[in-house]
């Protein structure tokens, strides 16, 4: 899990990572990658790259969930 990739779904940076936390993240991360047909790395490169693309460098942050 990264900022960004966190930052890209649109969901607030949580203080600490907890397991339910990753469970979510997997599920969502595996929905949009079988909505598209799309390898779960390459899911999460692209949303990466957006945040990178279209923040500005903050490392918290962002829409809450």
Not at 7 to 17: A, F
Not at 36 to 53: D, F, G, N, Q
Request: a positive charge; aromatic letters at 14%; proline letters at 5%.
């Amino acid at each position: 899990m990264d900022f960004r990739v966190i930052e890209s779904l649109g969901w607030k940076q949580p203080s600490s990572y907890t397991f339910e936390f990753w469970l979510e993240y997997c599920a969502e991360t595996r929905g949009i990658a079988g909505r598209h047909k799309l390898p779960i790395r390459t899911v999460e490169k692209a949303l990466w790259m957006y945040s990178k693309e279209n923040s500005k460098n903050r490392r918290c942050g962002g829409p809450s969930e």
